[in-house]
């Protein structure tokens, strides 16, 4: 069946521009997550929705970045003003609730130059 | 959070059993063991979790040691197609009941000698 599909795969953006960056979750699915992964290192939580409620963002790092879910459904996470250290893959996780596994997409790579 | 730890890399051969440890001294009672992986260009991977008694399922196994404070990931026959970076991470659920974050550590990269 469909996993979690994101895009864009890549984006390159010039520092100073805006991104966005959409999170299809698996079909049905109540919560999900976005993570930060720099290189070599873990993906660090963001932030996570239950339906349209967000409600944890005490991951994102700075004003610069909002996520939204309208819907319930697909989710988008934005970054204004993009700086060099927002390099980074950028993973989506949803999952069905309680403590079902999380099912990650294979993330947006995002390279500021 | 409670924190697990891992060590950076381990080496394994082709068919022959791994044994991935992990260390949690400060779990709590409520905290689930999880054991996601991660290949290269693709986001984790969800492999196995357990609370108190070992598990098996199709991908791996998980023991976890009686007093909680650790707990080992055996891939009973690695394959080439193992090798990844393999993350032990202690799951809260809030007093609600719902689902909540995983926090990833650095995890283990394991390589699979052919």
Request: proline share 6%; net charge neutral; with cysteine.
């Amino acid at each position: 069946g469909a996993g979690v599909s994101q895009s864009p795969r890549y984006k390159v953006a010039k520092r100073g521009q805006d991104v966005a960056l959409r999170c299809d979750p698996i079909s049905g699915h109540v919560s999900l997550f976005w993570y930060q992964q720099a290189l070599g290192q873990g993906p660090e939580f963001l932030t996570y929705f239950q339906n349209e409620a967000q409600l944890d963002k005490s991951g994102l790092p700075s004003d610069r970045f909002f996520a939204e879910r309208p819907e319930g459904s697909v989710s988008t996470l934005k970054i204004q003003r993009t700086q060099q250290e927002d390099s980074a893959v950028y993973l989506c996780a949803s999952s069905p609730g309680g403590n079902s596994p999380l099912h990650f997409g294979n993330g947006t790579r995002l390279t500021v130059t | 959070d409670a924190k697990t730890t891992q060590p950076n890399s381990m080496e394994s051969n082709e068919e022959e059993p791994v044994h991935l440890p992990c260390n949690h001294s400060t779990i709590s009672g409520t905290d689930y063991i999880h054991w996601y992986r991660q290949l290269p260009s693709q986001g984790p991977e969800y492999v196995i979790h357990g609370l108190t008694s070992n598990v098996n399922n199709r991908m791996a196994s998980l023991a976890i040691a009686e007093d909680r404070k650790s707990s080992t990931l055996i891939l009973h026959r690695a394959t080439l197609r193992d090798a990844a970076v393999y993350y032990c991470i202690l799951r809260v659920i809030n007093s609600g009941g719902s689902n909540y974050k995983l926090t990833f550590g650095k995890g283990t990269l394991l390589t699979v000698n052919p």
